[in-house]
């Protein structure tokens, strides 16, 4: 099991190690309780994702896995 507070700050990164930034929030659909999204607070620009208010919208489906680092893959 994974808490929310164990998540914050965390880097995220792509899956060849590249970083991406830091982890801001979290979007959730409250209904269903699924995890819609990370915004992130970029390291540098990578065209792959969208911005918006200056975070990167990575949706959840792209995480590959969580330990020290978020790893996502941009490929999805």
Known sequence: MITAKSLAKKIVTLSDGTIIGRLYNILVDFK?????????????????????DDLYVIP?????????????????
């Open 32 to 52: 269903t309780g699924t995890l819609i999204s990370l915004l992130v607070r970029p390291n540098k620009r990578i065209a792959d994702f969208e911005m918006q």
């Open 60 to 76: 959840f489906e792209y995480v590959k896995s969580i330990s020290d680092y978020i790893v996502v893959d941009k490929r999805r």
